[in-house]
């Protein structure tokens, strides 16, 4: 079956650090990859997607590439800022058009400190 | 544009009782999902709704978790008996065209503490 894995957090970095989080993915087909980012007390938030192999998702100073070859979809921000802090989801949908639903890795807490 | 509804916010129940939950998605989305959330944990599917038709509900335990949406609009998720194990975050999400339907758009969710 599909599924995904992120790195542990909490990841607790100094405000304009440069972040990394890392998402690899197990999928049978040619899957849609997403990044979810959910602040506290609030549902998850569509952060950024890529639908096929070399496409970069960007928003918000964040991106993250579609690799194919090496089945992966890390996270980046070159300056994060205090309000970056937040949990932020990797997922992947079997379908990359039509009706499908999520799976989700478990989240990794970003922490970021003035 | 309002986005996702549900309620309550939070409920906590002694073990045995039941529980519902309400979801209002977006105007205009068909798709509705019902995903539970264990703590550390990222969302599972319980429940897909193509307007009022429930397509794909493989993970929802059906013999205490039951869930409707009669004019294919707003939703009601509902445990009896509620058990420990099911305090978690009941998250509703819904989504729209065809060709942003994999944009889901969630709400607040629904924290339950079982007792």
């Known amino acids: 079956g599909n599924s995904v894995t992120q790195m542990e957090g909490p990841v607790t970095l100094s405000e304009e650090a440069f972040l990394t989080i890392n998402c690899t993915y197990t999928?049978?087909?040619?899957?849609?990859l997403f990044w979810y980012v959910q602040y506290p007390g609030e549902g998850l938030q569509l952060l950024l997607k890529a639908t096929k192999a070399d496409d970069k998702g960007s928003n918000k100073g964040f991106e993250a590439t579609y690799r194919k070859e090496t089945t992966s979809f890390h996270l980046e921000k070159g300056s994060v800022q205090v309000s970056d802090s937040a949990v932020y989801f990797c997922?992947?949908?079997?379908?990359?058009?039509?009706?499908?639903?999520?799976?989700f890795g478990k989240g990794t807490m970003l922490l970021v400190s003035p | 544009e309002a986005g996702v509804v549900q309620s309550p916010r939070y409920k906590i129940i002694e073990k045995k009782q039941p529980v519902a939950f309400w979801c209002n998605p977006i105007?205009?989305?068909?798709?509705l999902y019902w995903y539970r959330q264990n703590l550390g944990q990222g969302p599972e599917l319980l429940i897909r709704?193509?307007?009022?038709?429930?397509?794909?509900d493989s993970q929802l335990p059906k013999d205490r978790f039951s869930a409707e949406r009669l004019k294919g609009v707003d939703s009601t998720l509902k445990i009896q008996p509620a058990e420990l194990g099911d305090s978690a975050v009941y998250l509703c999400?819904?989504?729209?065209?065809?060709?942003?339907?994999?944009?889901?758009?969630f709400g607040p969710g629904t924290r339950l503490t079982v007792t």
């Open positions: 105007s205009g989305h068909n798709t």
């Open positions: 709704y193509e307007n009022e038709e429930a397509v794909d």
């Open positions: 997922a992947l949908s079997e379908q990359p058009s039509g009706y499908s639903t999520l799976t």
């Open positions: 999400a819904s989504s729209g065209e065809e060709g942003l339907a994999n944009e889901q758009y």
């Open positions: 999928a049978t087909g040619y899957p849609s």
